[in-house]
Nanobody, 118 residues
Framework: VQLVESGGGLVQAGGSLRLSCAAS????????MNWYRQAPGKQRELVAA???????NYVDSVKGRFTISRDNVKNTVYLQMNSLKPEDTAVYYC?????????????WGQGTQVTVSS
């Protein structure tokens, strides 16, 4: 199983970016697909979460600015980030809890850098 992220980059404050994370492999089903981020010197934090039932949850600092969505046919999760702030600068990681060969496992992407300049 692989999680491949894309869409990071450098943007000015107030700008937008869209991150994508595609899961591939012998996946039977996907439960949660989430986005985390880790800024230099800080712990990794959950930014946005999505459940197989369509539920979503966000950390307070991104509510109203970020939107998580999923394409269950493509096994892909997206993070639309609007009104970006310098404090959003971090490496963003995709996470998935999914079923492979009858077993549930946790998987991580390699991370994609998001840099917001002031």
């Amino acid at each position: 199983v692989q999680l491949v992220e894309s869409g990071g980059g450098l943007v000015q404050a107030g700008g937008s970016l869209r991150l994508s994370c595609a899961a591939s492999g012998s996946i039977r089903s996907i439960n949660a697909m989430n986005w985390y981020r880790q800024a230099p010197g800080k712990q990794r934090e959950l930014v946005a979460a999505s459940t197989s039932g369509g539920g979503t949850n966000y950390v307070d600092s991104v509510k109203g600015r970020f939107t998580i969505s999923r394409d269950n046919v493509k096994n892909t999760v997206y993070l639309q980030m609007n009104s970006l702030k310098p404090e959003d600068t971090a490496v963003y990681y995709c996470y998935a809890n999914l079923v492979v060969g009858g077993k549930i496992g946790n998987y991580w992407g390699q991370g994609t850098q998001v840099t917001v300049s002031s």
